[in-house]
Nanobody, 125 residues
Framework: QVQLIESGGGLVQAGDSLRLSCAAS????????VGWFRQVPGKEREFVAA????????IYPDSMKGRFTISRINAKNTVYLQMNSLKPEDTAVYYC??????????????????WGQGTQVTVSS
């Protein structure tokens, strides 16, 4: 079992950068793949990035590649999402999620067993 807490969100201007953190509890955290998803009211969750249990493999949708970077430091039980060149359309609640079953990472929210509470990112025009 793992518990996840996101932090680092806030209000920024277009073009700014943010780094989100996902802090996890549990001795076996390093066994889990971790993904980032985002959601706005009235829309389904959108895949942002994922990283394998070891950090050796990452997945991004084409729309995020080059602007967003996921990383992890297992010794700190933490996964990061570095977001650069933010745009107003990036405004959303960002969630991290952990998967033991899909340990290489997944694009699909239903393949993650554990979720954090989310952190709001707002990008002004």
């Amino acid at each position: 079992q793992v518990q996840l807490i996101e932090s680092g969100g806030g209000l920024v201007q277009a073009g700014d950068s943010l780094r989100l953190s996902c802090a996890a509890s549990g001795r076996t955290f390093s066994s889990y793949a971790v993904g980032w998803f985002r959601q706005v009211p009235g829309k389904e969750r959108e895949f942002v990035a994922a990283i394998s249990w070891s950090g050796g493999s990452t997945i991004y949708p084409d729309s995020m590649k080059g602007r967003f970077t996921i990383s992890r430091i297992n010794a700190k039980n933490t996964v990061y999402l570095q977001m650069n060149s933010l745009k107003p359309e990036d405004t959303a609640v960002y969630y991290c999620a952990a998967s033991l079953s899909y340990y290489m990472g997944s694009r699909y929210p239903n393949e993650y067993e554990y979720w954090g509470q989310g952190t709001q990112v707002t990008v002004s025009s």
